[in-house]
């Protein structure tokens, strides 16, 4: 009984001023300020109370109902309050700088800003302010649009590091050359067939203050509860402290150095091509300490900038616009994506087996054993490498290849299989065309150099999963047989007890490809002519039919969507969908 009163209140204003210094100081000069102010406030008041409760146990002799009283209630409502809410500050100065002299541009930026945040949390160290400022600064210069140059630097301020390490520089420069803007070009290179054609490259760095690691002043000890002891003479029980998450007054800001080099060219009129070559390189990613041994007394782990990755790879942007005589207009799209990453550093020590190291591996590289098949008597089963200690291998459980030669078969013999859960390549292409009011169109998406483990339910009769699922139907046939002798089967053999440990550990035999490729979406439409509705006093009107998620090509996924993400397809699809519409503009 009671009531519960809650509501919200929620504030954004912002206040901006822009001054234009042309004439006070210098042409194409300018200043502006802004400072904004955010709040999220929520409050509760409850007021509850307990009615006066009875229970019945039976009835008497002539029928009337016994009880027992259970609660007295309250005769007035309790009161409890709640408050949550954040706050957002912020500061900005910028001083603009535009101008044109003949056959030369300059233009530059410089500026400040400075932010606080806070959330009302129950942390005591996550309700401080967040703090952070910092100044930036840009200069570009470019010559009759023939050569660009632009520097650029950023200096900024975090609270999550130490005094004298909070403060982190990071410069930038980008250079252009638009080619088709050259006398020479001009001069030998018809505008029919190219007309635009531009070079440029850029090296530059960043910094990412939010380092993870659940922890927030890293450059600061915490103290936890610790085994104590029995003090004095009534010999009393004393709770111990220790230091938990040691002090880190060395860390600093995660930086990344990024080298691009690309060009952008149009040709025919109507094909544009952009191509861009990177390379990047983290360094100071913040990582919880491997390599630190257990005799160190430390009794949780540190945190340090010690983790270093690299990526690299290539874009490609293709995109073709043409109308035809005939009113035929033409359009295609296309993008491609190819990124390789590497883990250089986790602090993680070498494997006694260098190959399984991590270090030097794609991030989330998979690894698993090497499946020679399946064993085809008890003869090849004996002389053949102990698999996991298991003694009851038989004609159709899977084979495992022996990477260090100590004839066994355990996890110093997993090596890099396959890719990662994420893919390097990413593509997408789109094709429109409209022709005297019909209009058609299809966008494809799709992924490559991916895979993923098949798991959990899609095991037969696995643990924990029996009891609930026995083999899904498309697996019917698909198994080893002893009868049918078929060594070349998708599934090894089958145990009633379920769960056999050395035919589901993670190997090549039950890695796939998530390469898939989406018709994402496709339409068709038709819009009356404006003869027609202007008679019907409209601005326009048109019919179409769209689809959604309509077909998916994945090779090595048949029975589930390959987006979802899963290892056994438990999970919701992405939804196929049609409409059929009519757009009507007055």
């Known amino acids: 009984?009671?009531?519960?009163?809650?509501?919200?209140?929620?504030?954004?204003?912002?206040?901006?001023?822009?001054?234009?210094?042309?004439?006070?100081?210098?042409?194409?000069?300018?200043?502006?300020?802004?400072?904004?102010?955010?709040?999220?406030?929520?409050?509760?008041?409850?007021?509850?109370?307990?009615?006066?409760?009875?229970?019945?146990?039976?009835?008497?002799?002539?029928?009337?109902?016994?009880?027992?009283?259970?609660?007295?209630?309250?005769?007035?409502?309790?009161?409890?309050?709640?408050?949550?809410?954040?706050?957002?500050?912020?500061?900005?100065?910028?001083?603009?700088?535009?101008?044109?002299?003949?056959?030369?541009?300059?233009?530059?930026?410089?500026?400040?800003?400075?932010?606080?945040?806070?959330?009302?949390?129950?942390?005591?160290?996550?309700?401080?302010?967040?703090?952070?400022?910092?100044?930036?600064?840009?200069?570009?210069?470019?010559?009759?649009?023939?050569?660009?140059?632009?520097g650029n630097f950023g200096y900024n301020g975090s609270e999550n590091f130490a005094p004298g390490k909070r403060f982190g520089f990071f410069p930038s420069v980008a250079l252009g050359w638009m080619v088709s803007n050259e006398p020479f070009f001009l001069n030998n290179v018809s505008p029919s067939i190219m007309d635009s054609f531009k070079l440029k490259v850029s090296l530059g760095q960043s910094g990412n203050d939010q380092i993870g690691g659940g922890r927030r002043f890293v450059y600061l000890p915490t103290i936890v509860g610790s085994q104590g002891a029995n003090w004095g003479k009534s010999n009393t029980w004393t709770d111990g402290v220790a230091v938990g998450e040691v002090a880190n007054g060395e860390v600093s800001w995660e930086t990344s150095t990024k080298l691009n080099v690309g060009m952008e060219t149009r040709i025919f009129d109507a094909l544009r091509l952009q191509v861009d070559w990177f390379y990047e390189k983290r360094k100071g990613i913040f990582v919880q300490r491997k390599s630190v041994p257990d005799y160190a007394g430390v009794s949780t782990m540190p945190w340090s900038n010690v983790g270093e990755m690299s990526n690299k790879g290539i874009d490609l942007t293709l995109e073709y616009d043409k109308t035809f005589h005939n009113g035929f207009f033409l359009s295609l799209r296309g993008t491609f994506t190819y990124a390789r990453n590497k883990q250089i550093n986790d602090d993680q020590p070498d494997y006694i087996d260098t190959y399984r190291n991590r270090n030097g591996q794609k991030y989330n590289q998979q690894y698993g054993l090497v499946a020679l098949g399946l064993f085809q008597s008890q003869e090849e089963i004996d002389n053949s490498p102990s698999q996991f200690g298991v003694d009851y291998l038989r004609p159709g459980d899977i084979k495992y290849k022996d990477i260090n030669g100590d004839g066994v078969i355990d996890t110093s013999d997993e090596v890099p299989i396959g890719y990662s859960d994420v893919p390097e390549i990413v593509y997408g292409a789109g094709i429109s065309m409209s022709w005297k009011g019909f209009d058609f169109s299809l966008f494809f998406q799709g992924i490559g150099r991916t895979t993923f483990f098949l798991g959990g339910s899609y095991f037969p009769f696995n643990y924990p999963n029996s009891g609930r699922t026995a083999f899904l139907a498309d697996q019917a046939d698909k198994y080893f047989d002893s009868d049918k002798q078929n060594f070349d089967a998708e599934l090894p053999l089958l145990y009633a007890e379920g769960w056999h440990g050395s035919n589901y550990v993670a190997s090549t035999w039950w890695q796939r490809s998530g390469a898939y490729v989406r018709l994402k979406n496709a339409e068709l439409g038709y819009t009356l002519p404006k003869n027609f509705t202007r008679k019907m006093l409209v601005k326009s009107v048109r019919f179409f039919l769209a689809g959604t998620n309509l077909l998916t090509f994945a090779p090595d996924v048949k029975l589930w969507d390959p987006e979802i993400g899963s290892t056994d397809g438990r999970g919701y699809p992405l939804m196929k969908t049609v409409n059929l519409g009519l757009n009507i503009n007055f």
């Open 1 to 150: 009984a009671g009531y519960n009163d809650n509501w919200w209140t929620k504030v954004n204003a912002m206040i901006a001023l822009e001054q234009d210094l042309s004439e006070l100081v210098t042409q194409g000069l300018k200043a502006a300020v802004k400072f904004s102010f955010d709040s999220d406030a929520w409050n509760q008041i409850l007021r509850s109370g307990s009615p006066h409760t009875w229970y019945a146990t039976g009835r008497d002799e002539i029928g009337n109902l016994l009880y027992n009283e259970m609660n007295m209630g309250s005769n007035t409502l309790g009161y409890t309050s709640y408050a949550n809410g954040t706050r957002a500050l912020y500061i900005e100065g910028q001083v603009n700088y535009n101008r044109t002299f003949g056959n030369h541009n300059l233009n530059g930026l410089l500026l400040y800003n400075q932010r606080e945040y806070q959330e009302a949390v129950g942390s005591s160290i996550g309700a401080l302010p967040y703090r952070s400022q910092g100044l930036a600064a840009r200069v570009a210069y470019s010559y009759n649009d023939r050569y660009f140059i632009e």
